[in-house]
């Protein structure tokens, strides 16, 4: 197991963003975790940065994640469907489709916007590329 990253979420340290095997733990904002436990949400965004120590690329499908709700500690367990790779986040949303991948959103200029805020996916994005990993 490797060490991933620590949140604190209610005072107490987390790790997340590692993999035991097929399984692999990742940390999920509220929103995006509550769109997943609704079923309104089939496909994470996921990009591999320099910030943050997680290659993505080690999921494939049948693999487990695991997601950590960073605000609340809640958790989720989904299975992968399929994970590609795309070379945008712009190409990403066109195939993948908004509904599939960010429910609330309308413009996808705004969609990339949020995608590309994230602390390292702008610049990861532009390096390593960005995965839309589909779960059920």
């Given at each position: 197991m490797s060490?991933?990253?620590?949140v604190n979420?209610?005072?107490?340290p987390v790790?997340?963003?590692?993999?035991e095997?097929?399984?692999h733990?990742?940390?999920?904002?509220d929103?995006?975790?509550e769109?997943?436990?609704?079923?309104?949400k089939?496909v994470?965004?996921?990009a591999?940065s320099?910030?943050?120590?997680?290659d993505y690329?080690?999921i494939?499908?049948n693999?487990t994640?695991?997601f950590?709700?960073?605000?609340?500690g809640?958790?989720?367990?989904?299975r992968?469907?399929?994970i590609?790779?795309y070379?945008t986040?712009?190409?990403l949303i066109?195939?993948e489709?908004?509904?599939?991948?960010l429910p609330t959103f309308?413009s996808?200029e705004?969609?990339?916007?949020?995608?590309?805020?994230?602390?390292?996916?702008?610049?990861g994005?532009i390096?390593?590329?960005v995965y839309?990993?589909?779960?059920?």
């Open positions: 060490s991933g990253l620590t979420i209610k005072g107490i790790n997340i963003e590692y993999s095997g097929n399984t733990v990742i940390g999920l904002m929103m995006p975790f769109w997943i436990k609704q079923g309104k089939s994470e965004i996921r591999n320099d910030v943050r120590p997680f690329g080690v494939k499908p693999h994640l695991f950590i709700n960073e605000q609340t809640e958790s989720l367990e989904r992968v469907i399929r590609d790779h070379q986040v712009k190409e066109n195939t489709g908004m509904k599939n991948t309308v996808i705004d969609a990339i916007e949020l995608i590309h805020s994230f602390p390292g996916y702008k610049q994005i390096k390593y590329g839309a990993i589909e779960i059920m």
